[in-house]
């Protein structure tokens, strides 16, 4: 995105994790320089299984067997920790539904 542009080249950073529902997750920490400022935004990826009775159905009829989700947290301003806290806060308040 910026490299295009010329504003500077993106950063990330990746630490790691677990949370109820991926042991081996990992946040990535983006910065992105852009022409009036930084861009930060951070991104958690799981994978949980499909529940009972659910079903999805791919783009070649196969039948899914887990869901995946993102979450991304983003700020267009000068401070990152804002964006980098958010996304652990939302990370450790994820739980596995009984």
């Known amino acids: 995105m910026s490299d295009g542009l010329g504003y500077g080249k993106i950063k990330c950073r990746e630490e790691a994790a677990p949370s109820a529902v991926n042991e081996k997750g990992v946040i990535r920490d983006c910065e992105v320089p852009l022409q009036h400022g930084t861009f930060f935004v951070s991104f958690y990826h799981f994978d949980i299984p499909m529940p009972p009775g659910g079903s999805f159905v791919d783009s070649d009829g196969k039948q899914e067997k887990t869901l995946g989700f993102t979450i991304w947290v983003q ?17 450790s308040a994820i739980q596995v539904r009984k």
């Open 75 to 91: 700020n267009a301003g000068n401070i990152d920790s804002t964006v980098k806290d958010k996304i652990r806060e939302l990370v």
